[in-house]
T-cell receptor
């Protein structure tokens, strides 16, 4: 069974601060996705990383896929209250697999 | 285009009652997923349909749970009889399978409370 561990589980920071959240596994994934989920809504895909060592930027968000494709990080620069939400990582084992393995998420609160 | 539509958004029922959750996937999508989300266990896949055919139901917790997809635009998840431990948020997601890493689009979820 593939597991994804996310840390920290909860994070509360002041507006303008930087933060990094982590997604770790002992398994190799063909790709990894990051989602943000807001209260009362379903997860929304932010980015997919495919290549080991890949870095993708989405405005103030920087996503990195580990060289061995077992881990990933999400860095947010100058956090805004609108960044508040649950951040989920999900791994795709590939080889025609349809199933994503989700971590339990990091709940981020950005205080104005 | 409308996203994934789920109904009801909230359901409160008593233990032992039958519960039916409904999902309309995005038009043109050929894969549909039912997930359950709880604080303790996170987001868990219950069942996956491809072209209206159930492919993998190994995540369905027990025989009290059943899912159907009679056509490409409608799916149901039924719990009979319901129990308090079934309380969770149930999500439906759909995608168009193209052979590469495909985006799953989630509905807003149904929050189920079983008293």
């Amino acid at each position: 069974t593939q597991l994804l561990e996310q840390s920290p589980q909860f994070l509360s920071i002041q507006e303008g601060e930087n933060l990094t959240v982590y997604c770790n596994s002992s398994s190799v994934f063909s790709s990894l996705q990051w989602y943000r989920q807001e209260p009362g809504e379903g997860p929304v895909l932010l980015v997919t990383v495919v290549t080991g060592g890949e870095v993708k930027k989405l405005k103030r968000l920087t996503f990195q896929f580990g060289d061995a494709r077992k881990d990933s990080s999400l860095h947010i620069t100058a956090a805004q209250p609108g960044d508040t939400g649950l951040y989920l990582c999900a791994g795709d084992s590939g080889a025609g697999s349809y199933q994503l393995t989700f971590g339990k998420g990091t709940k981020l609160s950005v205080i104005p | 285009d409308a996203g994934v539509i789920q109904s009801p958004r909230h359901e409160v029922t008593e233990m032992g009652q039958e519960v039916t959750l409904r999902c309309k996937p995005i038009s043109g999508h050929n894969s549909l997923f039912w997930y359950r989300q709880t604080m303790m266990r996170g987001l868990e896949l219950l069942i996956y349909f491809n072209n209206n055919v159930p492919i993998d139901d190994s995540g369905m917790p027990e025989d009290r749970f059943s899912a159907k997809m009679p056509n490409a635009s409608f799916s149901t998840l039924k719990i009979q009889p319901s129990e308090p431990r079934d309380s969770a948020v149930y999500f439906c997601a759909s995608r168009r399978t193209s052979g590469v890493t495909d985006t799953q689009y989630f509905g807003p979820g149904t929050r189920l409370t079983v008293l």
